[in-house]
Structures are given as structure tokens and as C-alpha cells.
Nanobody, 115 residues
Framework: VQLVESGGGLVQPGGSLRLSCAAS????????MKWYRQAPGKERELVAR????????HYADSVKGRFTISRDNAKKMAYLQMNTLKSEDTAVYYC?????????WGQGTQVTVSS
């Protein structure tokens, strides 16, 4: 089982990034996919989640209207499109797959928003 995030980096305030999460080793289409983030000295925060079919999504208030979660079950990929980035979005972003008692995590990708 593996989840591999990519797409993080350094971006200026107001900019955009698209994070990707590549899944392998499990039946991706069964799982709810989530993106979490953790800033230095803070607890891990749920940013967005999407149901197994991709028809329903939910966002933290702090990112609503700026971030969009999506998935491609055929490619076993999940995405997080992040627009209008702010300095407070700086964190390590983690991909998570969850179904029943099964819970998998990626290694994280750093997003830094700074001028």
C-alpha cells in the first residue's frame, strides 16, 4: 500500500499549486480521500475530503472557495487544487485514504507560501 504526494513547493501569496496523490496497493475506488495539513507547532488539520465516487466533497472553512479536491478513480489519483494561497496555508500537506478500519497516509509534501 502506498500513497505518494507531489506538487508542493514555494509560491507567492495569491498564487496557486496543485497537489497530487498517487495511490497503489489497494482498491482506490472504495476509499474516501482526504487532504490534511500540519503547520509547525500546530495540530494536523483536515483540509478537504471527497467521497469514493467523487460526487460529494467537504472543506474546512479556512479553505472554502479557494481549494478544490478531486479524484480520478481510473488513474488512482487524488488532487488538491489550491488557489489564492495565503501565508497561513504554509504546512506539510498529507494525503489520506480511509475505508472502514483501513487508514493509509502519504509521507507529505511541503507547501510554503511566502514572498
Amino acid at each position: 500500500v502506498q500513497l505518494v504526494e507531489s506538487g508542493g513547493g514555494l509560491v507567492q501569496p495569491g498564487g496557486s499549486l496543485r497537489l497530487s496523490c498517487a495511490a497503489s496497493g489497494f482498491t482506490f475506488s472504495n476509499y474516501v480521500m482526504k487532504w490534511y495539513r500540519q503547520a509547525p507547532g500546530k495540530e494536523r488539520e483536515l483540509v478537504a475530503r471527497i467521497d469514493s465516487g467523487g460526487g460529494w466533497s467537504h472543506y474546512a472553512d479556512s479553505v472554502k472557495g479557494r481549494f478544490t479536491i478531486s479524484r480520478d478513480n481510473a488513474k488512482k489519483m487524488a488532487y488538491l487544487q489550491m488557489n489564492t494561497l495565503k501565508s497561513e496555508d504554509t504546512a506539510v500537506y498529507y494525503c489520506n485514504a480511509n475505508w472502514a478500519s483501513y487508514d493509509y497516509w502519504g509521507q507529505g509534501t511541503q507547501v510554503t507560501v511566502s514572498s
